[in-house]
T-cell receptor
Framework: AQRVTQPEKLLSVFKGAPVELKCNYS??????LFWYVQYSRQRLQLLLR??SRESIKGFTADLNKGETSFHLKKPFAQEEDSAMYYC??????????FGSGTKLNVKP | NAGVMQNPRHLVRRRGQEARLRCSPM?????VYWYRQLPEEGLKFMVY????????ESGMPKERFSAEFPKEGPSILRIQQVVRGDSAAYFC?????????????FGDGTRLSIL
C-alpha cells in the first residue's frame, strides 16, 4: 500500500544548525516525491520535487530508493524556515499521499 | 494564470446549518483534491475528484459530507448539519492530467468556524 511517513511531529533547532526532516515512503512503482511547505496560516507551497534535483531556499532532498527515503536537508537553518513541512508522493491515477507533517521551529 | 481559488476564505456557521465550500482549480487542471486541517494538526486527505467523477472518497466521513465537481463550475464540498468538530481549515488542490511529474497546487483554504 502507498504510504508516506514523517516520524517527527515537531523538530526544534537553533539558528545556524543543520536540519533534516525525515520522510519515508512505501510504494510499489517508481515514486514521484515532493516537499511542500506551509508558513503560518498560509497555503501549502511546493518547495521542491525529486525529479528536478534542485535546491530551493537552501533545501535539498535526495531520493534514496534503497532506504525508501526522501529526507529534506538544509545545512544552516534560518528563523524564517520555521513552518510546517509535508512530504508527498504521487501515485497511480494522479492520487497524492501526504505525510502527517513536521513542524520545524528554528530558535534564535 | 490564476491559482487555485477557494471561497469563502472564512465561513461561520451555527450547529445544524449547512456549509458549502467552493474551489475553482487552476486553468487547465481537471483533478481536484480536498483536504482538512484541524488546528495544530497535519493535512488529512478527504476526497479526489475529476470532472463529474469521484475517484477516491476514502478520507471523507460517510455521513453529512459530500463533494462534487460538475462539468461546469467549481468543485463543491458540502457539509450538512455541521457540528463543532467540523471547525477546521479546508484546503483544495488541483493538478493537471497526464504529465507525471506535475505537483498539486493549493488554494488559500476556507477556515470554517462552527458556533
Amino acid at each position: 500500500a502507498q504510504r508516506v511517513t514523517q516520524p517527527e511531529k515537531l523538530l526544534s533547532v537553533f539558528k545556524g544548525a543543520p536540519v533534516e526532516l525525515k520522510c519515508n515512503y512505501s510504494y510499489s512503482g517508481s515514486p514521484e516525491l515532493f516537499w511542500y511547505v506551509q508558513y503560518s496560516r498560509q497555503r501549502l507551497q511546493l518547495l521542491l520535487r525529486h525529479i528536478s534535483r534542485e535546491s530551493i531556499k537552501g533545501f535539498t532532498a535526495d531520493l534514496n530508493k534503497g532506504e525508501t527515503s526522501f529526507h529534506l536537508k538544509k545545512p544552516f537553518a534560518q528563523e524564517e524556515d520555521s513552518a510546517m513541512y509535508y512530504c508527498a508522493l504521487k501515485g497511480n491515477f494522479n492520487k497524492f499521499y501526504f505525510g502527517s507533517g513536521t513542524k520545524l521551529n528554528v530558535k534564535p | 494564470n490564476a491559482g487555485v481559488m477557494q471561497n469563502p476564505r472564512h465561513l461561520v456557521r451555527r450547529r445544524g446549518q449547512e456549509a458549502r465550500l467552493r474551489c475553482s482549480p487552476m486553468k487547465g487542471h481537471s483533478h481536484v483534491y480536498w483536504y482538512r486541517q484541524l488546528p495544530e494538526e497535519g493535512l488529512k486527505f478527504m476526497v479526489y475528484l475529476q470532472k463529474e467523477n469521484i475517484i477516491d472518497e476514502s478520507g471523507m466521513p460517510k455521513e453529512r459530507f459530500s463533494a462534487e465537481f460538475p462539468k461546469e463550475g467549481p468543485s463543491i464540498l458540502r457539509i450538512q448539519q455541521v457540528v463543532r468538530g467540523d471547525s477546521a481549515a479546508y484546503f483544495c488542490a488541483s493538478s493537471p492530467r497526464g504529465t507525471p511529474d506535475q505537483p498539486q497546487h493549493f488554494g488559500d483554504g476556507t477556515r470554517l468556524s462552527i458556533l
